[in-house]
């Protein structure tokens, strides 16, 4: 059983920078893919970026590219989102996922955090 827990969200500037952490406990976390997912009130969760288990292959939704990026430390058993010029509409709580493999299908995920709050003000 992976247990994750974020942190490091706030309130932000449109344009600043913060960086979430995603800290997991749990047998072999080194193995499993991690998803960086957001809920907007009123919206469905989705997908913001991934990694596979080696941290190769990151992949992002094309509303973050070039502005976040996703990161690990197996040795530490963390997963980063870097995130920066940020904007009103990235607002919204922040989730980490694990499952085995890397997808970006919400439904896929097994394990999740319990959410971080990003809100980025005018």
């Known amino acids: 059983q992976v247990q994750l827990v974020e942190s490091g969200g706030g309130l932000v500037q449109a344009g600043g920078s913060l960086r979430l952490s995603c800290a997991a406990s749990g047998p072999a976390f080194s193995n499993y893919a991690v998803g960086w997912f957001r809920q907007a009130p009123g919206k469905e969760r989705e997908f913001v970026a991934g990694i596979n288990w080696s941290g190769g292959s990151p992949y992002y939704a094309e509303s973050v590219k070039g502005r976040f990026t996703i990161s690990r430390d197996n040795a530490k058993n963390t997963v980063y989102l870097q995130m920066n010029s940020l904007k009103i509409e990235d607002t919204a709580v922040y989730y980490c996922?694990?499952?085995?493999?890397?997808?970006?299908?919400?439904?896929?995920?097994?394990?999740w955090g319990q959410g971080t709050q990003v809100t980025v003000s005018s």
């Open positions: 996922a694990a499952r085995w493999m890397f997808v970006t299908t919400r439904d896929e995920y097994a394990y």
